[in-house]
């Protein structure tokens, strides 16, 4: 088909997600104007995968979804890294809901390993502990400073008219503030380091696809046709 050679060098997984769908529904489009007898006839005898637009005999190729003509068919392995890919479990083009199983792909401890072990993590993650490390040593000298010396202030505070309890007071309340904003800064910081490897890891999925056994006859079929138009 035309359009499947006019794609068939797109480099598909270094453009990404996005550009793969794109590519696939600009097909998906310029086939619904082309449902002609003939061109039905030509796509069999030339059959390819949707996605990676080659026709191995290694893998079968499938027809699992409502798709018709040359974006019917698909490698179940470029099908099932494509649904990873996307963290998806249904076709973009026709809306059907594949049957199929999606699994975390890692375990907590591995999934925590595998974010920590990222570059880009790795450096947030640094620079993180150390502010955290500083803001502690800072606070916990603060701590000790205002208990240690509260009997010395009392004294200072007396000499310049200020009572021993408003002494004392006013630095229970500043040493509250400073363990506040330490606890705020601390729930932030942790906050903002879970927070996206939570959304990562809920989100990395394997999908395996449980394919029915009228799409397996059918792949069958089709691997038949193209072997004999090979020959
Ligand atoms: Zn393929
Ligand atoms: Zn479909």
């Known amino acids: 088909m035309q359009e499947v050679t006019a794609t068939e060098n797109r480099p598909v997984r270094a453009t ?12 998906s489009e310029d086939e619904s104007n ?5 061109s039905i006839v030509t796509s069999i005898s030339s059959l390819v995968c949707r996605i990676c637009h080659t026709n191995t005999v290694h893998e079968a190729l499938i027809s699992p979804c409502y798709c018709k003509g040359s974006l019917a068919y698909v490698h179940l392995s470029c099908l099932e890294r494509w649904l990873n890919q996307s963290s998806r479990n249904y076709c973009e083009l026709c809306m059907y809901q594949y049957n199929a199983v999606q699994t975390q792909r890692y375990g907590l401890i591995e999934g925590i390993r595998m974010w920590i072990m990222h570059p880009r993590n790795r450096t947030h993650i640094q620079s993180d502990v ?32 200020i009572s021993k309890n408003w002494t004392k007071g006013a630095i229970i309340f500043f040493l ?7 606890l705020i800064t601390l729930y932030l910081m942790i906050k ?33 046709q193209n072997r004999e138009t090979s020959v």
């Open 16 to 27: 990404g997600n996005d550009k793969i769908s794109s590519s696939i529904r600009a097909e």
């Open 34 to 38: 082309n449902q002609n007898p003939s």
């Open 130 to 161: 150390l502010i955290l490390v500083l803001l502690t040593i800072v606070t916990v000298g603060l701590i000790v400073v205002c208990l240690l010396g509260i009997h010395y202030f009392e004294i200072e505070g007396e000499k310049i008219g």
């Open 176 to 182: 509250c503030i400073v363990v506040v904003g330490y």
């Open 192 to 224: 903002d380091q879970v927070v996206p490897w939570y959304q990562w890891w809920k989100r990395t999925l394997d999908v395996r696809l449980l394919l029915t056994p009228s799409v397996l006859d059918d792949s069958i079929n089709v691997q038949r």
